[in-house]
DNA sequence: AGTCAATTCGAACGAACGTTCGAATGAGTC
DNA sequence: GACTCATTCGAACGTTCGTTCGAATTGACT
């Protein structure tokens, strides 16, 4: 007897030879009925009594697999975030190309995105949802992939001389590729090839200075 | 006896020659001390209590001036979002060259975003936050606007005889400029006018074709 | 001072919230 | 069948939620 519960909460020592066991399937399908609900109806707006619906496991069963519904957003954002990270490292090695390593990123962005809708608009809808602890843990990863996006750009100005401020270029570049969750249809909008093909061309062209050597920014351009 | 509130709540039916009565100002007092708790605790998080609070005023007497807190947001969300399209049809009357129309557009955006950030990040942030006919009175708002943006981008593409979809760039220059309520920090960076000019800058090169006659997007920039 | 309506409030309503607990199941081993 | 541990559940905990109501207070006008 006692809480058989603290035992299974301890957490794996070793990500790597993981036996998948029942207890993390189960944790999983949770996770994605979860993020469907959250997705749907905000993290604050979602009851534990919705997830539990959702899921079709009772209220208090979900306890046995998270001790608290913060937690629960924790896990569903960490993983989110962390495959993208997983993903984009993978992509972006062997490729050198200034250009091409920036149309990965966004590629990659895009791609997880909209195959990802629901876990990724929780990701970045509940933004500061998480407290203290939580929260810094997240904004860590959420540091490391802004940084790695900054190397990119400032490699890629580095190789043309341009002299755009890399911060309010890489902020512009997140919030083209992340507002895609209020306005994309998939039965309207095209796929993630072409829109980061799009999005990159803006981005690329825009930061990119006027092609005869003029420095500022297009100004009244003639009609000649 | 009776309900005084039932007078009090009946809307001006002349919105020109209207008189500011001590109720509109309590009532606007309220509107903005909700909005910055809305913002720092998202809707769904902020109680009546915490608005009582913050207004000083008892929870009870707070629905003398509003029948209830979904009504509290779209007021806010209103206001905002109507104030924001008069002031950038005043500013667009007289002025005709698509690239400045476009650039007012930003800017007037931007101005007001940075100067009312709580109420913009409730705007954008809780956009599907209303039910039923507080969300199609919004709705209809919001895609006034919309359209607004995609006629003066269709203007500039034509001017430019550029091919790129409207609707893309739109939404990615919504995008860029909504995103701002999650990063920008007036201490570190940049006031309006030049973040406008920045990301105007970006919006416009980008979606115009490379310089000499080369239709599709830059590929494999030559180090030469 | 007295009157009437506009405004504000304390106290409470029922409902829903996140979480807990002990008992009931399920599955695997002797 | 009996023992064990992992998993699930019904029922309830105390708290907070949005909202209401009748009474008290205020402000404007005679």
Redesign the interface.
């Given at each position: 007897m006692g809480s058989p519960s603290i035992a299974a909460r301890i957490p794996r020592r070793h990500p790597a030879p993981e036996p998948i066991t029942r207890y993390d399937r189960r944790l999983s399908e949770i996770l994605s009925h979860a993020t469907e609900v959250f997705c749907k109806k905000?993290y604050?707006?979602a009851s534990m009594r919705d997830l539990s619906r959702a899921s079709g496991m009772s209220l208090a069963g979900l306890y046995y697999y998270f001790e608290s519904k913060e937690r629960l957003l924790f896990l569903i954002q960490k993983h989110t975030f962390t495959t993208v990270v997983l993903r984009l490292k993978a992509r972006l090695a062997g490729v050198d190309d200034a250009?091409e390593r920036i149309r990965i990123f966004i590629l990659n962005h895009l791609e997880y995105f909209l195959h990802n809708q629901p876990a990724m608009k929780v990701l970045t809808?509940e933004?500061d949802?998480l407290k203290n602890g939580f929260a810094s843990e997240l904004a860590a990863i959420k540091r490391e992939y802004y940084r790695l996006c900054v190397g990119l750009v400032d490699e890629f100005k580095k190789?043309?001389g341009l002299q755009?401020?890399t911060?309010?270029?890489v902020?512009?570049l997140?919030?083209?590729?992340?507002?895609?969750y209020?306005?994309h249809n998939p039965r309207v909008?095209?796929g993630a090839e072409q829109?980061s093909?799009?999005?990159?061309?803006?981005?690329?062209?825009?930061?990119?200075a006027?092609?005869?050597g003029r420095k500022g920014?297009?100004r009244?351009?003639s009609?000649s």
């Open positions: 905000g604050e707006g250009e809808h933004d949802a190789v043309h755009v401020s911060r309010t270029a902020m512009s997140f919030g083209m590729m992340n507002w895609i209020t306005w909008d095209s829109l093909r799009e999005m990159g061309d803006v981005f690329l062209r825009g930061i990119t006027g092609a005869r920014p297009l009244k351009v009609e």
